[in-house]
């Protein structure tokens, strides 16, 4: 029986609707997507992988802290224009070169203010003085970002391109890397490494984005019209903010409270998870346009995705985060090599931060498409600072992992509240007792089958083997328990 029939057949009829949607536009931009951006982060995994082998804990931690404190100042030239941009190249396909002009020249005009910021900052804060010289350096990279315009091909539902970009901007970066970077202190070159990369990618996606539109933008943009775009981003600071202090206040706080090699083997975990989190956007951002289209028109079928969603969620990570757990140290030696071996514990931890983060989006997506703001907002500001709160107490006594426990706790916060916002506000019920069992009997199988092969083989082929335990076994439930109804004669 289809997923989908099965996640929405508490209103009548809905699945059929919602699997009519789901074959045509969504589907297609999903696959497409999808595909190309595994080849894009089996590259961003290859890159972590090198950089952390060759640079080690205590350079790889330098190095993963500078990028978490650049995150503060790109979000700065972000605030939420690039979800007001999605929102109306959504809504106006014709118009998506000039919404991306629009928006890029109110980005770079940020980017100028802040990056003299960063400069005053990097220069003058004595704690920055060992990452001083890379953050002034990667903080070129801004001008690069607000150019970029990968989320214009998000509204028009051409996810394809960005992944693109990414794998061709990848394979540059990681060429790059092996020809220059050779040693632990060659930190600079890395990051001029990752630069090109971007560089690369936004070129493409300006020349794609050309290809697709006609004509050629209005350069000089009246001030109304920023204000316009302006007005309703600001409000999206505050989310942007707390998710910015959520996901990398941890990494900082580890670095500067217990060393930057305690941060490098943190930093090796969440690098892991962060490539697995980067699909559940990839799922959020295709559904996202057409949920925005189709919310005003019929609400039920934005419900009926966001019920599907969480169900595919569900099934997809909770394996993942069970199967994660036990595996962790083969995994954590396999990627990183024996230097690592504390990075076992975060990792055991944060595989639960990736199976709420992906039941979170599920919510968050609807409610964003309907236009209900506040509740994300709110969501990821309480998350934010029970995050810090945690990290303040945990990471000085339990270090790494005291950092993976708070971020876990803090999710499992977003989750809740973003599901009982949903359901109040959109009669969004979580997932049916019918589905959850074979999702459970099948995760408890397969987390059978890898406690009991994983001292005896490698870890990719327990992998593989769970995998397709969890397949077969969800299948028969599925089969055995729900078949399909036979037609009346």
């Not at 996202?288 to 934005?302: C, G």
Request: net charge positive; charged share 15%; with cysteine.
């Amino acid at each position: 029986m289809p997923w989908w029939h099965l996640l929405t057949e508490r209103v009548p009829d809905l699945h059929i609707r919602a699997r009519n949607i789901l074959r045509h536009r969504v589907t297609r931009n999903f696959i497409s997507g999808t595909t190309l951006q595994i080849f894009s982060q089996g590259f961003s995994l290859a890159i972590v992988i090198y950089l952390a082998r060759i640079l080690g804990p205590t350079n790889y931690g330098l190095f993963s802290m500078t990028m978490a404190i650049m995150a503060y100042f790109i979000l700065a030239i972000t605030f939420g224009l690039p979800t007001i941009g999605i929102r109306e190249v959504a809504r106006k396909n014709d118009a998506a070169m000039q919404i991306w002009w629009d928006v890029g020249v109110l980005r770079t005009g940020l980017a100028v203010v802040v990056y003299g910021l960063l400069l005053i900052i990097a220069i003058y804060i004595p704690a920055l003085r060992d990452m001083r010289a890379l953050l002034i350096l990667y903080g070129t990279s801004m001008f690069l970002i607000a150019l970029l315009p990968d989320w214009t091909f998000i509204g028009l539902e051409r996810m394809a391109w960005p992944a693109f970009a990414a794998l061709i901007g990848g394979a540059l970066t990681l060429g790059l890397l092996f020809a220059f970077v050779r040693s632990a202190d060659q930190l600079s070159a890395a990051l001029i490494c990752i630069i090109a990369g971007n560089g690369l990618a936004v070129v493409i996606l300006v020349a794609k984005l050309r290809e697709l539109s006609d004509g050629r933008p209005q350069l000089i943009i009246p001030r109304e019209r920023l204000w316009e775009l302006m007005r309703p981003a600001f409000p999206f600071i505050f989310a942007s903010l707390s998710s910015q202090i959520y996901g990398n206040a941890d990494l900082i706080l580890v670095g500067f409270i217990r060393g930057k090699a305690e941060a490098g083997i943190y930093a090796a975990a969440y690098k892991v998870v962060n490539l697995l989190v980067i699909f559940i956007g990839l799922i959020s951002m295709a559904i996202y346009p057409a949920m925005a289209r189709i919310f005003k028109s019929d609400p039920e079928k934005s419900n009926a995705f966001a019920s599907a969603m969480t169900g595919a969620m569900l099934a997809v990570f909770l394996p993942i985060a069970m199967g994660g757990t036990l595996i962790s140290a083969q995994l954590t030696r396999f990627f990183y090599g024996a230097k690592y071996a504390a990075t076992a514990k975060p990792l055991a931890v944060l595989v639960w931060y990736i199976l709420l983060s992906a039941l979170s989006v599920s919510f968050a997506t609807a409610l964003l498409a309907s236009n209900e703001d506040r509740p994300y907002i709110t969501a990821l500001t309480g998350g934010a600072l029970i995050d810090v709160a945690l990290i303040a107490f945990m990471v000085p006594k339990w270090g790494a992992t005291g950092a993976a426990v708070a971020m876990v706790i803090a999710e499992f916060f977003i989750f809740l509240y973003l599901a009982v916002q949903a359901r109040r506000k959109l009669k969004i019920n979580f997932i049916q007792v019918r589905i959850l069992f074979p999702i459970l009997i099948s995760t408890l199988v397969m987390t059978a089958a890898v406690w009991a092969l994983r001292e005896h083989l490698m870890v990719l082929a327990v992998m593989v083997c769970a995998a397709l335990i969890y397949g077969i076994v969800l299948g028969i439930c599925f089969f055995f328990m729900y078949p399909e109804p036979r037609p009346e004669d």
